[in-house]
């Protein structure tokens, strides 16, 4: 970069070459160019710090309309960056308005103190201990150990049902290992290069982090707090510390609440003390596994407030384990338990790689309604070294991994879960072998139950024969009918690539195919649980799922066109139009949405102070003599305020510099049939260079790439379109509604001046026509990631009804025209954006269009349909608005 | 054709500075990373930068100090205040010593990218002469 502005050398280079009498003027207009360009910057500050707050206030918006969980250190982001943009703007303005505005920086002053008083607070975690071991846990606790270790001790301390001895790594540990290793900003910039719905982000991310946990040294206080907790678990079990094996489980902040998390967290068995510490940084780093992030970002949820707490508890030598959910999941008319068993260590049944035995018991008879033995043809088990997968001896398979008993005892256990809970529950048991302690029944975690969109038993299966059965058979996970391509996966490695809408079908079931859940139709699985994780998660999602349907790989082909009906476990060939219409319902159905401890939380009570300060706009007539600084009350207010006057000041400038000496103009005239009172501001490369001095412009003059395209649409052809047809009816609604009482825009004329400001590449046209208020905003360069155009439209002269019709039927057409679009009442603001130079030109010719097709529409919109045919009307071409009779 | 925009790192905490420098430079700016203010100091009286990213709290020379003395050395350099501090006062005080933008910890790369990219054509434009 140049040590000098270039406009410094330019005129210094100007003064050596100029006789002395043209010096003089060439440097009067050098000197007002400067000026003029460091309003000019001043002014795109003012419209950069804009567009941030704009960004925060629909953060705010958001996070509050959606019941987001938000955290207190989110907040204080926001609320820093949002003060930088108010006082930026404010100070920008003053620069380009040179007069110092002390009302507004107290306001902003104001602002500050009040946001400082509710977001200054303790942290919630700073007493909290490292470590705490299960008999001092209960489920108040959930904010400090996490689910899982909260709920175990909730077990063991309140309900007294048998649980293995063992501690908690508190949050306070982890946040401890994070801070010592400053792991914070790393694992969050790693956070924000993801892209949802794009799962190979999520692997890389998830990798970064990983390593950077794993390669960080434990904290020398954590490292003995838990080898001391180690220690004393030993003790009371009455073991050399060498002796003792522990299971070193996931229990992080919000798993096991109302959403599972289930199986996106890793648990580490059998872990002999000196393996502790590793083993303990491997379940942290799983907080950030790629199945766990995409689940996370697919439910909206804050990566503030993350943490991973875990469970150390004593392992059981199991002899059989599995899981009760102590309600059956889509009900069946009666309150029945449902149960998973397999031969070993629990793994097995919620990863769904072996056919469980499945029981079905009517919990208030106590009548086993249904018995079905797996196959159960491998095994899991401990042995002196660690963990042992091995072939399941024949003589076991065929024989049930719980009598009659054990089934008695698991369904008072269900009856007391449920009663203490509340609600139906989803829990891991063991049976231990003779040799260890009582040979009892231990339970190994409890928490709620996702019972899915389908918690009665009210099929909806197919009723007609229509399509042909090409299988049967198989467990329902989730009930639901869903029709797609098949996408055969061998692994979840290949799930990259499924596309949307596709029935996945998987020899197994994995939680890790749950990273493409929000592009699948519905899953089919060759093996797997009803109890399995991914199941859960298919219920969470209400993904129609069946598991455990022999043959699936083989019996379907890449691309086959199916439906599966996961009610009547069926498969038929071809797409069944009750199925696409359940699935066109279920995609506009309401995501999860939090509990209400969430809604009142702490962080949720500073959000509502945060909105009350920044978003509410009441300062809305720029006519209105209350459009003063004085009566500037939030920072949206401010942002108003400052932004409207920037514009007048802009103008004022443009008039002071041609009313200068020099007699050149900045604001010029354009000569065009566009039917508007439409001047140019150039900023630098938006005209073509004239030698003459000039007051107005041909369009063939205009240079800059974004409004050379919108001026494609908005210049009137009058041989192809005709004069715009009047129609009486609703000119005489209009002219009633400002007779009758006060009128929102009284005081707005036809007629008023537009101005398009103007560089290469870069456009800011906003038009005053009729009683309505139009700005586009347009960045259009070779870079695709910056190029943009922003659209906001208001008002109208008609009644409100009208004029929000209008603002539905433009926001019809905006959304056909590619926009994210939002309405309230009768303003229309869209985004398009990060498109190349040649489509934004190409929707700028459409908004040009648009921009004439608006005006006066509003009178027409007389009913509901006129707005369906707004739309519908100006895709034929029309450049105006002309309803059918 | 535009030539690589660069960009300079100040950032006292090594995993964070280099973790970024990486994640800029894939998205093709030339980023250079520097652990404190001194060292920033001395690259910009020998080298011109476009774009400098700056910590606010670093050990020795804070990022307000940096500020002003980074301004003073190279009037035309953008700074972006990128930091863990969410201090609306430190903000207000970045502000006034001509930052033009504040950044919080961690802050998504894109937006970065896009707010680099916009303070280099914004001081383009105002530069550029009649």
């Known amino acids: ?885 | 054709m535009p030539s690589t925009i660069r960009v300079l790192i100040v950032d006292d905490e090594d995993r964070f500075r280099d973790t970024l420098a990486k994640l800029l430079k894939a998205k093709g700016f030339d980023a250079t990373p520097v652990g404190g203010a001194r060292e920033a100091l001395a690259l910009l009286e020998q080298e011109s930068f476009d774009v400098a990213l700056l910590d606010v709290k670093m050990p020795g020379m804070g990022g307000l100090e940096a500020l002003e003395a980074m301004k003073r050395l190279a009037p035309s350099l953008e700074v972006l205040a990128l930091t863990g501090h969410a201090s609306m006062d430190v903000a207000a005080a970045m502000l006034e010593r001509g930052a033009a933008n504040y950044f919080l910890k961690p802050c998504p790369v894109g937006e970065l990218a896009d707010a680099i990219l916009q303070a280099v054509d914004r001081a383009k434009v105002a530069g550029s002469g009649e």
Request: proline share 6%.
């Open chain 1, 1 to 885: 970069m140049p040590d000098a502005p270039l406009h410094k050398i330019i005129a210094a280079s100007i003064k050596q070459l100029l006789p002395a009498h043209k010096r003089k003027q060439a440097a009067d207009e050098a000197d007002r160019a400067t000026s003029f360009r460091a309003r000019y910057q001043a002014f795109l500050q003012l419209l950069e710090s804009n567009t941030e707050l704009l960004g925060i206030i629909s953060e705010l918006e958001t996070r509050h309309a959606g019941g987001e969980l938000v955290g207190m250190a989110h907040l204080k982001q926001l609320s820093t960056r949002a003060m930088f943009h108010a006082l930026r703007m404010i100070a920008s303005f003053e620069a380009l308005c040179g007069k110092a505005q002390p009302e507004l920086r107290n306001t902003i002053d104001s602002i500050r103190d009040r946001l400082q008083q509710v977001l200054v607070q303790p942290d919630p975690t700073a007493d909290v201990p490292l470590i705490l071991p299960l008999d001092q846990l209960h489920r108040e606790l959930v904010d400090i150990a996490g689910g899982k270790a909260a709920n175990l001790g909730e077990l063991r301390s309140r309900l007294g049902l048998p649980t293995p001895d063992g501690f908690a790594v508190t949050v306070a540990g982890f946040h401890h290992f994070i801070q010592e290793n400053g792991l914070a900003d790393v694992i969050r910039l790693c956070i924000s290069v993801v892209q949802p719905g794009d799962p190979a982000t999520y692997a890389e991310a998830s990798r970064s982090i990983q390593d950077a946990i794993l390669e960080a040294p434990m904290p020398p206080a954590l490292e003995a707090a838990m080898l001391e907790a180690f220690d004393a678990c030993a003790a009371r079990s009455g073991l050399a510390p060498d002796a003792l094996r522990l299971a070193v489980r996931s229990s992080a902040l919000g798993e096991d609440g109302e959403l599972s998390h289930a199986g996106q967290y890793l648990s580490e068995l059998h872990v002999p003390r000196q393996e502790l510490c590793p083993a303990w940084k491997r379940v942290a780093a799983s907080l950030y596994s790629p199945q766990a992030l995409g689940y996370l970002l697919q439910h909206g949820l804050s990566l503030d407030g993350l943490a991973m707490c875990t469970a150390c508890v004593r392992m059981v030598e199991a002899k059989a384990s599995g899981v009760m959910y102590t309600r059956h999941p889509w009900g069946l008319g009666r309150r029945a338990m449902y149960v998973n068993a397999v031969w070993g260590l629990g793994a097995f049944a919620v990863e769904g790689r072996v056919e469980p035995d499945v029981y079905i018991m009517d919990v208030d008879s106590g009548q086993l309604l249904q018995r079905r033995i797996g196959s159960k043809d491998a095994m899991l088990t401990a042995c002196k070294d660690g963990l042992t997968e091995q072939q399941t001896p024949a003589a076991w398979r065929g024989l049930p991994c719980l009598d009659d008993e054990a089934l008695q005892a698991l369904r008072r256990a269900a009856l007391a879960l449920e009663a203490h809970y509340g609600q139906p529950q989803d829990v891991e048991w063991a049976v231990a072998h003779s040799s260890d302690s009582s040979g009892a029944l231990y339970f190994l975690q409890s928490r709620p139950l996702a019972l899915g969109k389908h918690s009665t038993a009210d099929f909806a299966g197919l009723t007609d024969e229509a399509l042909p059965v090409l299988l049967e058979g198989g467990d329902t996970a989730c009930p639901g009918l869903a029709a797609g391509p098949v996408f055969l996966s061998l692994s979840p490695d290949d799930a990259d690539t499924l596309p949307e809408g596709a029935v996945l079908v998987a020899r197994h079931s994995s939680p890790a195919y749950t990273v493409v859940f929000p592009r699948v139709a519905g899953v089919i699985t060759e093996h797997g649980s009803v109890t399995g994780h991914m199941a859960s998660v298919s219920r969470e999602f209400g993904i129609p799922t069946l598991v455990g349907v022999p043959g699936a790989m083989q019996g379907l082909s890449m691309g086959q066109e199916i439906t599966l009906d996961a009610w009547s476990r069926r498969i038929h060939a071809g797409l069944h139009p009750a199925a696409l219409e359940a699935q066109r319902q279920a995609r506009g159905s309401c995501p999860i949405v939090p509990a209400d401890a969430v809604l009142l939380s702490p962080p949720r009570a500073a959000l509502q102070t945060l909105r009350r300060e920044l978003v509410p706009l009441t300062l809305t007539d720029p006519k209105s003599p209350d459009f003063t600084p004085e009566h500037c009350r939030t920072v949206h207010d401010i942002m108003r305020y400052l932004h409207e006057k920037s514009y007048g000041e802009m103008f004022v400038i443009s008039d002071h510099v041609s009313k200068g000496k020099g007699q050149e103009g900045f604001a010029l005239r354009l000569e065009g049939a566009t039917g508007l009172d439409l001047h140019i501001i150039d900023l630098g490369g938006g005209l073509v260079e004239s030698p003459h001095r000039r007051r107005a412009v041909p369009v063939e003059d205009v240079a800059s790439r974004p409004f050379k395209a919108l001026l494609r649409g908005l210049i009137l052809d009058p041989k192809t379109q005709g004069p715009r047809p009047v129609h009486l009816k609703g000119f005489f609604a209009v002219l009633g509604e400002q007779m009758v009482g006060e009128h929102h825009l009284q005081k707005e004329r036809f007629g008023d001046r537009s101005y398009a400001i103007i560089s290469d590449k870069y456009l800011n046209f906003s038009s005053r026509v009729g009683y309505h208020y139009g700005v586009l905003d347009c960045y259009c360069g070779q870079t695709v990631n910056k190029n943009y155009i922003t659209f906001s439209f208001k008002g109208g002269a008609a009644d409100e009804a009208r004029r929000t019709r209008r603002a539905r039927g433009i926001a019809l057409i905006l959304e056909r025209l590619g926009f994210v679009v939002e309405t309230v009442s009768d303003r229309v603001s869209g985004r398009f954006q990060k498109y190349d130079a040649a489509k934004i030109e190409e929707v700028l010719a459409e908004m040009g269009r648009l921009l004439q097709y608006t005006r006066q529409a509003d009178m027409l919109m007389t009913g509901e349909a006129s707005v369906q045919a707004m739309a519908d009307c100006f895709f034929t071409g029309k450049c105006y608005f002309e309803p059918s009779p």
